[in-house]
């Protein structure tokens, strides 16, 4: 394969011995590069962009030889949505909902509590008319409950992989952006579900939260002087844990029930002796409940930052749990079966991923629970392994060894245990028909959609195997040979070849000349196909213009034909020039030139053929079918009046010769010829011409006043006449040093405005630096939504970013960027909350975090 460059010159060499007045139809053909041989596919192995016959490489690999059905299409198989036998349900992460989800997968799981909530009436059974008439309208879950109903059901009975929890997230009023503490949710959410249900008139259904999630503890204390007892009494649904400086849960239970000491100042106030007295408190566990819910706290909040912080360190906890030591009463039931454990991913207290492991009842196997994805786990075994290798920790500290039935976590925040005795529900849960009838509604839409994307896949590979036959038949007869031909824009192949977007029609507007013929210019991203081929093309896609052998443009030929020549001639030109030059230039016969026009002749007059050659591809103001801004034109225009042309540097500011002869040169009349020949327009002065009169004036004048300040500087004069104040003569910071000074300094000007300008830019560019980044906002856009954008950009989630601006931290996240005084050109410093090791490297570290707002505002504070 030819290089482009020399294929360049190999089409046009012939230029250089013929005339534009001799230029035939081989010639244009040449120019064309229709000589060029076509290439041999599997000699050539990508296309020849500078050979218009070289059809190899164009994307028709894909479509040569046998091809899969699937490549024919990018639809998934609808059946990859389809839930598996035996398998659960998954949830759509509708953002940041996560923690959401793993909740939602735990109580589904509770039978007892699902039991319960398939008994609790809906509005559907109000439905009926006074006559006993049913409405037509079906039914839509409307209260929190009926959406946590509903969601059962689906999570039960739906044929899909996933189902979208949005209508119950939506009931509860969640920001679905916004992550949440999940531990917070969990007793708010249990909190708003027993006040639902305790207006209910079936005691399964009233008690269901009691009965399975509360018990009951005492704070006793205990007077040390009179031994006198006080207790208060109060009902848990969940322990509070504390795990800082503990590796096993039972040590977080035994500091959790362990006996305070009242002394000094924190002294108890005993009713019976009428007294402040030294004392004891402790916690008692009265009662338990059948599920055991034990918060384990990761999240702290840190006093010196005023904000949250996890405590990624290791605790070690059993399948089974005897909880017989801690509690009053001996003598009950109290082992516990581990059922569920909820993980936090991620070393921030905002952000991270919440998943939840959770045993079936049932089977006894253990799935983990990862948003619309659920694993099965191998032989029954909960496995944590996985999970605790995601995010390492900026500590050394090693997992500890587990033994048999032991496991120990860096990301467990929630640990949820079973009566051992409990009795596994001998039946399968039924759906209510009212709920199994909205089930099988949205079953209904799935299957729909299932036939409708297996049709589309259908009519994709039916379209794919013509689109094949198709290929297989035109591209053997593309090459065009010595039959008639036509040119079609490589673009234009190249999609038709692929087959990942449908064929548009053919569009050539692009590669036209101003005579709406072909460009010589734009060959080399066309190729030459046979008539049989474009005419198969222009009926089944249209489009145009048809390029065909009348569509080589002879006059942009005979032009750049006329170019080359002129550069050649200038070529040879400069060299005789150059000769002239060495010649020493006697008597008046000489012309004045200008030393640094000289120096740049050459380069001035190719910028002239070049502007003559775009001039010629701009008429009517298009080229390549391209319209030109007339803001663009007339900017372009002003810089260049702004340049200098030739011979115009010893031009004084009246329009004459200068009088500076260190900026000029005398050359020969012969080489004056030939300079005038490519500058017609070139200020002309024969070596007798005078230099301008006016600056000679100014140039005394200047030397006088010279005179006269040193005059005065000998003299030391204190005042000075009032000779500066005449109106008539020139202000002397104003005046020239010379003519040709004065030349320089309207040069200078120039190029101080020019400088000026430059550096006014300069210094409004942010010069960035590393790790930054640009953003493109608006003023209407919100900070939540910026923090969207460096999302993506940084990979820091919103919950880590901090914020600032010129010292000012931006935290409204409802605020407008406007309003926030980001405007453009603004640099925003982003500060990411970093990992923390463990709680007691916190003190050495300060994250700015966001004000956190909770579940304000939603649902879940409305009870």
Same mark, same amino acid.
């Given at each position: 394969?030819? !290089?482009?460059?020399?294929?360049?010159?190999?089409?046009?060499?012939?230029?250089?011995?013929?005339?534009?007045?001799?230029?035939?139809?081989?010639?244009?053909?040449?120019?064309?590069?229709?000589?060029?041989?076509?290439?041999?596919?599997?000699?050539?192995?990508?296309?020849?962009?500078?050979?218009?016959?070289?059809?190899?490489?164009?994307?028709?690999?894909?479509?040569?030889?046998?091809?899969?059905?699937? &490549?024919?299409?990018?639809?998934?198989?609808?059946?990859?949505?389809?839930?598996?036998?035996?398998?659960?349900?998954?949830?759509?992460?509708?953002?940041?909902?996560?923690?959401?989800?793993?909740?939602?997968?735990?109580?589904?799981?509770?039978?007892?509590?699902?039991?319960?909530?398939?008994?609790?009436?809906?509005?559907?059974?109000?439905?009926?008319?006074?006559?006993?008439?049913?409405?037509?309208?079906?039914?839509?879950?409307?209260?929190?409950?009926?959406?946590?109903?509903?969601?059962? /059901?689906?999570?039960?009975?739906?044929?899909?992989?996933?189902?979208? !929890?949005?209508?119950?997230?939506?009931?509860?009023?969640?920001?679905?952006?916004?992550?949440?503490?999940?531990?917070?949710?969990?007793?708010?959410?249990? &909190?708003?579900?027993?006040?639902?249900?305790?207006?209910?008139?079936? !005691? $399964?259904?009233?008690?269901?939260?009691?009965?399975?999630?509360?018990?009951?503890?005492?704070?006793?204390?205990?007077?040390?002087?009179?031994?006198?007892?006080?207790?208060?009494?109060?009902?848990?649904? @969940?322990?509070?844990?504390?795990?800082?400086?503990?590796?096993?849960?039972?040590?977080?239970?035994?500091?959790?029930?362990?006996?305070?000491?009242?002394?000094?100042?924190?002294?108890?106030?005993?009713?019976?002796?009428?007294?402040?007295?030294?004392?004891?408190?402790?916690?008692?566990?009265?009662?338990? !409940?059948?599920?055991?819910?034990?918060?384990?706290?990761?999240?702290?909040?840190?006093?010196?930052?005023?904000?949250?912080?996890?405590?990624?360190?290791?605790?070690?906890?059993?399948?089974?749990?005897?909880?017989?030591?801690?509690?009053?009463?001996?003598?009950?039931?109290?082992?516990?079966?581990?059922?569920?454990?909820?993980?936090?991913?991620?070393?921030?207290?905002?952000?991270?991923?919440?998943?939840?492991?959770?045993?079936?009842?049932?089977?006894?196997?253990?799935?983990?629970? +990862?948003?619309?994805?659920?694993?099965?786990?191998?032989?029954?075994?909960?496995?944590?392994?996985?999970?605790?290798?995601?995010?390492?920790?900026?500590?050394?500290?090693?997992?500890?060894?587990?033994?048999?039935?032991?496991?120990?976590?860096?990301?467990?925040?929630?640990?949820?245990?079973?009566?051992?005795?409990?009795?596994?529900?001998?039946?399968?849960?039924?759906?209510? *028909?009212?709920?199994?009838?909205?089930?099988?509604?949205?079953?209904?839409?799935?299957?729909?959609?299932?036939?409708?994307?297996?049709?589309?896949?259908?009519?994709?590979?039916?379209?794919?195997?013509?689109?094949?036959?198709?290929?297989?038949?035109?591209?053997?007869?593309?090459?065009?040979?010595?039959?008639?031909?036509?040119?079609?824009?490589?673009?234009?192949?190249?999609?038709?070849?692929?087959? &990942?977007?449908?064929?548009?029609?053919?569009?050539?507007? /692009?590669?036209?000349?101003?005579?709406?013929?072909?460009?010589?210019?734009?060959?080399?991203?066309?190729?030459?196909?046979?008539?049989?081929?474009?005419?198969?093309?222009?009926?089944?896609?249209?489009?145009?213009?048809?390029?065909?052998?009348?569509?080589?443009?002879?006059?942009?030929?005979?032009?750049?034909?006329?170019?080359?020549?002129?550069?050649?001639?200038?070529?040879?030109?400069?060299?005789?020039?150059?000769?002239?030059?060495?010649?020493?230039?006697?008597?008046?016969?000489?012309?004045?030139?200008?030393?640094?026009?000289?120096?740049?002749?050459?380069?001035? *007059?190719?910028?002239?053929?070049?502007?003559?050659?775009?001039?010629?591809?701009?008429?009517?103001?298009?080229?390549?079918?391209?319209?030109?801004?007339?803001?663009?034109?007339?900017? @372009?225009?002003?810089?260049?009046?702004?340049?200098?042309?030739? +011979?115009?540097?010893?031009?004084?500011?009246?329009?004459?010769?200068?009088?500076?002869?260190?900026?000029?040169? #005398?050359?020969?009349?012969?080489?004056?010829?030939?300079?005038?020949?490519?500058?017609?327009?070139?200020?002309?002065?024969?070596?007798?011409?005078?230099?301008?009169?006016?600056?000679?004036? #100014?140039?005394?004048?200047?030397?006088?006043? @010279? /005179?006269?300040?040193?005059?005065?500087?000998?003299?030391?004069?204190?005042?000075?006449?009032?000779?500066?104040?005449?109106?008539?003569?020139?202000?002397?910071?104003?005046?020239?040093?010379?003519?040709?000074?004065?030349?320089?300094?309207?040069?200078?000007?120039?190029?101080?405005?020019?400088?000026?300008?430059?550096?006014?830019?300069?210094?409004?560019?942010?010069?960035?630096?590393?790790?930054?980044?640009?953003?493109?906002?608006? *003023?209407?856009?919100?900070?939540?939504?910026?923090?969207?954008?460096?999302?993506?950009?940084?990979?820091?989630?919103?919950?880590?970013?901090?914020?600032?601006? $010129?010292?000012?931290?931006?935290?409204?996240?409802?605020?407008? #960027?406007?309003?926030?005084?980001?405007?453009?050109? &603004?640099?925003?410093?982003?500060?990411?909350?970093?990992?923390?090791?463990?709680?007691?490297?916190?003190?050495?570290?300060?994250?700015?975090?966001?004000?956190?707002?909770?579940?304000?505002?939603?649902?879940?504070?409305?009870?």
């Amino acid at each position: 394969m030819a !290089p482009r460059l020399q294929l360049e010159k190999a089409a046009w060499r012939w230029a250089e011995t013929v005339r534009p007045e001799e230029v035939s139809q081989e010639h244009i053909e040449t120019a064309y590069r229709i000589w060029l041989e076509p290439c041999i596919r599997g000699v050539c192995r990508r296309n020849c962009k500078g050979n218009p016959n070289c059809l190899v490489g164009i994307g028709e690999h894909i479509w040569l030889g046998e091809i899969d059905e699937n &490549s024919f299409h990018n639809i998934d198989d609808p059946n990859c949505e389809r839930r598996k036998k035996n398998s659960f349900v998954g949830l759509t992460n509708l953002g940041a909902t996560c923690y959401v989800n793993t909740f939602l997968q735990v109580w589904f799981l509770n039978l007892e509590l699902r039991q319960a909530l398939y008994l609790c009436p809906s509005t559907c059974s109000d439905r009926a008319t006074e006559d006993g008439a049913h409405e037509e309208k079906d039914y839509e879950p409307q209260t929190i409950c009926e959406h946590l109903q509903y969601l059962f /059901a689906l999570l039960q009975n739906s044929n899909r992989r996933y189902i979208d !929890p949005s209508g119950f997230v939506k009931a509860l009023g969640l920001d679905t952006g916004q992550q949440q503490d999940a531990q917070e949710f969990s007793k708010l959410f249990m &909190s708003l579900l027993e006040d639902t249900l305790s207006k209910q008139k079936n !005691p $399964d259904v009233r008690n269901i939260v009691q009965q399975q999630f509360s018990g009951e503890y005492a704070y006793v204390t205990v007077c040390n002087q009179c031994g006198r007892e006080s207790k208060l009494l109060s009902k848990f649904y @969940e322990l509070e844990l504390n795990i800082q400086g503990h590796k096993q849960l039972t040590d977080c239970i035994s500091e959790f029930l362990k006996e305070e000491k009242l002394e000094g100042d924190n002294r108890y106030f005993c009713e019976n002796c009428q007294s402040k007295q030294n004392a004891t408190r402790k916690i008692r566990l009265l009662s338990l !409940p059948c599920t055991l819910n034990l918060q384990l706290m990761r999240f702290v909040f840190d006093r010196q930052t005023g904000h949250k912080k996890k405590l990624n360190t290791y605790i070690g906890f059993s399948e089974i749990l005897d909880m017989e030591p801690y509690v009053e009463h001996k003598g009950g039931s109290y082992v516990y079966e581990l059922s569920a454990v909820l993980i936090h991913r991620g070393v921030s207290a905002y952000s991270g991923h919440y998943i939840a492991h959770v045993k079936d009842p049932q089977s006894g196997e253990w799935y983990k629970f +990862n948003d619309e994805d659920i694993e099965k786990m191998e032989g029954k075994k909960l496995q944590l392994g996985i999970e605790e290798d995601l995010e390492p920790s900026k500590s050394q500290t090693r997992k500890p060894k587990c033994g048999k039935g032991t496991h120990c976590s860096r990301n467990a925040y929630m640990l949820v245990y079973r009566l051992q005795n409990q009795e596994k529900p001998s039946t399968v849960v039924q759906v209510p *028909a009212f709920l199994q009838e909205l089930v099988d509604r949205d079953n209904s839409k799935f299957e729909e959609w299932c036939v409708e994307m297996a049709e589309m896949r259908k009519q994709s590979v039916d379209k794919g195997k013509a689109k094949h036959e198709e290929v297989k038949e035109l591209y053997q007869r593309l090459p065009a040979g010595a039959e008639p031909y036509e040119f079609v824009s490589l673009e234009w192949l190249q999609k038709w070849l692929d087959e &990942s977007t449908p064929t548009k029609p053919i569009d050539n507007h /692009a590669c036209l000349c101003s005579h709406d013929k072909l460009h010589p210019d734009k060959i080399s991203i066309m190729k030459r196909i046979s008539e049989y081929a474009a005419d198969v093309f222009y009926s089944r896609y249209g489009g145009g213009p048809r390029l065909t052998v009348k569509a080589l443009c002879k006059e942009c030929v005979v032009e750049r034909c006329r170019m080359l020549r002129l550069k050649n001639q200038l070529n040879e030109d400069y060299k005789t020039v150059n000769n002239l030059l060495k010649v020493t230039v006697k008597g008046d016969d000489g012309f004045w030139v200008g030393k640094s026009s000289l120096r740049s002749w050459r380069q001035l *007059a190719l910028e002239q053929l070049d502007e003559q050659d775009g001039e010629a591809d701009q008429s009517n103001g298009r080229m390549n079918g391209n319209t030109f801004s007339k803001d663009d034109s007339k900017e @372009e225009r002003k810089e260049e009046e702004e340049e200098l042309n030739f +011979n115009e540097d010893i031009l004084c500011p009246h329009g004459e010769l200068c009088i500076s002869e260190n900026e000029r040169r #005398l050359v020969s009349k012969e080489a004056w010829s030939k300079l005038q020949q490519y500058f017609p327009k070139a200020p002309e002065f024969p070596s007798h011409r005078e230099c301008c009169s006016q600056c000679k004036i #100014l140039e005394r004048e200047g030397e006088e006043n @010279e /005179a006269l300040h040193k005059m005065i500087a000998n003299e030391q004069k204190t005042s000075l006449p009032n000779l500066f104040q005449d109106k008539n003569r020139p202000c002397l910071s104003n005046w020239p040093e010379s003519n040709g000074g004065a030349k320089r300094q309207k040069i200078s000007h120039q190029n101080y405005i020019a400088f000026q300008k430059q550096v006014i830019r300069r210094s409004m560019r942010h010069r960035k630096v590393r790790g930054e980044k640009a953003l493109l906002v608006s *003023a209407n856009q919100t900070l939540k939504e910026l923090k969207i954008q460096i999302m993506h950009a940084f990979s820091v989630a919103p919950f880590d970013q901090n914020l600032s601006i $010129d010292g000012k931290i931006l935290s409204d996240d409802c605020a407008t #960027l406007g309003t926030l005084g980001v405007i453009p050109e &603004s640099v925003i410093l982003l500060k990411a909350d970093e990992p923390i090791a463990d709680y007691a490297a916190m003190d050495d570290v300060m994250q700015v975090c966001m004000p956190e707002e909770g579940f304000k505002g939603t649902g879940l504070l409305g009870h």
